[in-house]
Each structure stands twice: as C-alpha cells, then as structure tokens.
C-alpha cells in the first residue's frame, strides 16, 4: 500500500471518529499519529522536529502555559468580583446583567481563551440567575456566544488563533489590530439582537434585585494582594504579548515566563505542608495538549504525500486565482464546515493547505515568512480565522465552549436542546461572518 493510500486511510477514519465521538479524540489522535510513524508516512524525526510535518511547539506550550495561569488566577475570586461587580453594575436588572456578561465574557476571552472563560463565568452566573429566579440557560447561550466573538479578537483568544499565528507568522499585535475592529462590531450588534429578542421581556421581583446588590465583593476575594499581585502579572503578560515581535520571543516563551511567575507567587503563598503540591500543572488540560499533538502528527502525514498541495492546486483552479473568491471560499467554507464539525482539526488541516496555495502562486519565493504574507496570501488567514472561530457559533458542537456549557447545564439540572442553541446561534452566527465578509471586502479586496 502507497504512502499516499496509508495517509489518507488512517487520517480519514481518525477524522471521522473525532466527528463522530465514538472514541476520546485525545486517543484518536495519538492513536493516528503513532500509525503515520509506524508505518513510514513521517519519520520520527519529521513528526518532533519538523516544522512542517510535525508537532508545533509553539502552540503546545502556549496552552500549557495559559492554562497555568488561569488554574492560579481562578484562586483569586476574580471572576465571582467581575460577576458581582456585572450585577451592581446593571442594578440587577436582568436584560443589562445579560449584556454586561456577555461583554465581560467576550472581554475575558480574548485575553485568556473562550473555553476557560466560560468555565469559570458560568457558575457564578448560575448563582446570581438562582438568587434572581431567572432561567439562566438564556444568561449560559448568550455567554457561550459571546466567548467565541470575542476570543476571536486575539493570539490567545481561540486555539484555532493560536495555530493560524504560529503557521502564519502573525504576532499578537497583528491579531489584535485587524480582528480587534470587526469583533467590536460584531459584539455590538450581538448586543442590539439580544435587546430585540429579550429587551423587553426579561423581569424580576424588586426584593430579589435588592438581595444580589446586597452582595458584597471584598467578600468573594479569599486574599487580596494575591487578587493585586495577579492583575499586576496578568496586566504584564499581555503587554508581553503585545510587544513580542519587538523583544522577539515567542508568544510560548512569554506564556511559559508568565505562568513560572505566577507558579512563584502561588507557591509563595502556600503553606509548608502544602508546598509539594504542584495542583496548577495537575490542572492543565493535558488530553487537549495531547490532542494537538497527535493532530499536528496527523495533519502532517497529509502534507508529506501531497494531498494538501493537491487541494491547494484544486482551489487555485475553482477560483482562477482570484483573491475575492478564495477569500471568501476560505471565510464561509471555513464557518460552515466548523459549524458542524470540531474547528480545531479543521485548522490544522487548513493552515498547509493556504501554506502550499501561497507556493502555487508563488514558486519562485524561498523565503517563508515573506511567502505567507504576500498580499493575495495574507486575506486567506484572516478568512480561515474569522471563519473557523465565528463558525463555532452556529451549533452546540461547533466549539469547545458550546460543549462545555451544555455540560455545565446539564450538570446544574437544565438542558440545552442542539436545537434550542441552533435557533439561537445560527442567525447570530451567519450574521457575523457575513459582516466579516464585508471587513475584508472592505479593508483587502475593494
């Protein structure tokens, strides 16, 4: 059996039962990656030190490091201060409590990432719609929405962000001031639809808006110059990501720096008995570390054998070459595709693909970095990233933080019917991308 014929067996049925669930998609993956090895796709040394072909560093240890970071910040009773803070703030009036989260979740989003977001927003939001008699599953959706809007804006805001900026070259900055705009925009018609649909609906009894303002937020902090300690490390940490490509190290290498200094402060402290135990790595999400990794692996075998390059040449020719429609291919393609299917394998599929179109346009062009930014180049990353994270929206499956607040729902005694979120998102989802079309029509295309 050819190479060929090996890659395209084993990644498609890994791809399959990642759709499907039928298997734990961390298993799948590795599982998939050690085939590829085994059987001679990728060498080993392709599959760990290969760039092109192999696992990308750089976003592994990214999201290790972030999810350091937010297992100590979670120490601090943040976000139950920011939950506290939303409802004094609204005068626990539901439709602008509604509003303030979803834009203090959007907010959280893009500078941690939209699956701890609302891993961490969601319980404080069921305690303050329980003290309020209110439904929260409107409150939950809404939240879920506006995590995947606004994890969009940034580096570290998605994951599928994450693996766009490492193929792509693209530093924080470079995310923040061309998806900054669009996901203002976006998050501000989001917020003039939930007004039509709930503004004026929303009520509750006035001893119960009198209970949450008596909430007193001192009291969610268990220490505060930890609180202090952390919004300072946290506030340095982004402007680390800012300015990265200035002091070139890599968004990793700040990550990394970022969570041994807030492993420091935490350990500090600690008491004695306690100081061996090091929960804030135990916390870290290592099946989704493993994931990538075998999926990185996966997706390389595909880019060995030229199938990758052989879509590319397939998109070349549907679109004659013509920027406006590939761009807009990548954008809805990449919405709709991730709408039903997890967007993650996606991207990692996507990203070589854009990489081996830039060098069917491009053959002469050696240096790589230049190769990924020429102009009928640099719209399709956007496109893929605008796509693939505002996609996710469109249904209970489409992202990770869909998921997780289903579960968190279900878990608290409510459900969220696939199609109950799908009449919710979907519009919104469409609405979005087809702004974002008009962005880039606007700011690359015209």
């Known amino acids: 059996m050819s190479s060929l014929t090996l890659a395209l067996l084993i990644f498609g049925v890994c791809y399959l039962l990642i759709v499907t669930e039928r298997i734990h998609k961390t298993i799948v993956a590795l599982s998939g990656a050690a085939l590829m090895i085994v059987f001679g796709v990728v060498s080993q040394e392709e599959a760990f030190y290969s760039h092109e072909f192999g696992v990308d560093y750089n976003v592994v240890f990214l999201l290790i490091g972030m999810m350091v970071i937010v297992n100590i910040v979670r120490e601090t009773g943040l976000f139950e201060v920011l939950a506290i803070w939303a409802a004094h703030r609204a005068d626990a009036k539901p439709f602008r409590l509604l509003v303030l989260l979803a834009i203090l979740t959007a907010v959280l989003s893009a500078m941690l990432d939209n699956v701890t977001t609302v891993l961490l927003m969601a319980p404080v939001t069921l305690a303050i719609t329980k003290r309020l008699e209110l439904n929260p599953v409107t409150f939950l959706m809404t939240e879920a929405l506006a995590s995947n809007i606004g994890g969009t804006a940034t580096l570290v805001g998605d994951p599928p962000n994450i693996m766009i900026a490492s193929k792509a070259e693209l530093s924080y900055l470079d995310f923040l001031l061309m998806m ?14 939930l007004w039509l649909i709930f503004g004026r609906s929303m009520t509750v009894q006035p001893h119960l808006r009198e209970a949450v303002l008596a909430l007193n937020m001192r009291e969610a902090v268990p220490d505060e110059p930890f609180l202090r300690r952390s919004l300072f490390l946290l506030a340095i940490i982004n402007v680390g990501f800012c300015v990265h490509s200035l002091i070139h190290l890599e968004p990793a290498t700040i990550a990394l720096l970022g969570a041994s200094s807030f492993m420091l402060i935490g350990h500090a402290r600690r008491k004695p008995e306690d100081a061996e135990e090091l929960t804030y790595l135990a916390e870290v999400e290592w099946k ?9 692996i996966l997706v390389g075998g595909l880019v060995k054998v030229g199938v990758i390059r052989y879509l590319a040449d397939q998109l070349v020719t549907v679109t004659r070459g013509n920027l406006t429609g590939s761009t807009m291919a990548v954008l809805w393609g990449s919405a709709i595709l991730s709408a039903v299917v997890d967007n993650i394998p996606y991207v990692a599929a996507m990203n070589p693909l854009i990489v ?9 062009m050696t240096d790589y970095v230049a190769l990924v930014h020429q102009p009928d180049i640099i719209p399709l990353w956007w496109a893929l990233a605008l796509g693939a994270c505002l996609g996710g929206n469109g249904t ?11 579960d968190i729902a279900r878990k608290a005694g409510y459900r969220i019917t696939f199609w109950q979120f799908f009449k919710f998102g979907f519009p919104i989802m469409i609405g979005s991308v087809a702004l974002s079309a008009i962005y880039l029509w606007l700011v690359f295309l015209r």
């Open 288 to 296: 989704t570390i493993f994931f990538f990794i075998g999926l990185f």
């Open 180 to 193: 900054g705009p669009i996901v203002i925009v976006l998050m501000a018609v989001f917020v003039g639809v």
């Open 396 to 406: 209970i499956i489409g992202a990770s933080a869909n998921v997780v607040i289903v």
């Open 356 to 364: 081996d179109l830039a060098r069917s346009l491009h053959p002469e």
